[in-house]
């Protein structure tokens, strides 16, 4: 595979996300309703080889249906994909990004700087979510990340995603 092509979803991706989804075995309720927040990752032949989505709630993002290809997985691809969506949930105005997990908290919290937290805070903000009422993910772990950019932040320790959203550095 040469360089993934990343763009945002489109009615005509809908079939192979969900595809994608249930080949992973990530919920599938509310994609729809949200498809126009979706960032999607093709291969050059065309392929769909990743997806992540966000749910906006005011300035809160849930980070939904992040799934890569078995193939794909452990490749970088989906911290790619992830940095990605973040950066343009920031540039949208979303400051905090809200996520649940089953499975892959070490890779949220130790690649991406993701936090476990309580459900509690979000209970009233997320309750139109089709994926936070979802009774598999009641048990699921629950994480956040602060995306407001503070400007002494990239003058003092910058991380390139901040930076980028500052319009300054790579």
């Known amino acids: 595979m040469n360089q993934p092509i990343f763009s945002n979803a489109t009615a005509d991706d809908a079939s192979e996300i969900l595809a994608l989804l249930q080949a992973v075995q990530l919920p599938h309720e509310g994609v729809l309703e949200h498809l126009?927040?979706?960032t999607i990752?093709?291969?050059d032949a065309g392929k769909l080889i990743a997806c992540a989505g966000v749910e906006h709630y005011g300035d809160i993002g849930l980070l939904r249906s992040v799934a890569v290809v078995p193939g794909g997985q452990k490749t970088g691809l989906g911290?790619?994909?992830i940095e990605?969506?973040?950066t343009q949930a920031a540039q949208s105005g979303i400051v905090e990004m809200?996520?649940?997990t089953t499975?892959?908290?070490d890779f949220f919290a130790g690649?991406?700087?993701?936090?476990?937290t309580s459900r509690e805070p979000y209970q009233e903000r997320l309750a139109a979510s089709p994926e936070w009422q979802?009774?598999?993910c009641a048990s699921a772990v629950v994480m956040k990340k602060d995306l407001a950019v503070k400007e002494w932040d990239c003058l003092i320790k910058p991380t390139p995603m901040q930076c980028q959203m500052m319009g300054e550095g790579p």
């Open 103 to 105: 499975t892959a908290r």
């Open 36 to 38: 126009s927040s979706f």
């Open 134 to 136: 979802l009774p598999r």
């Open 79 to 81: 911290t790619r994909l």
């Open 41 to 43: 990752v093709r291969d």
């Open 111 to 116: 690649k991406l700087g993701f936090q476990v």
């Open 84 to 86: 990605s969506v973040l």
């Open 98 to 100: 809200v996520l649940l």
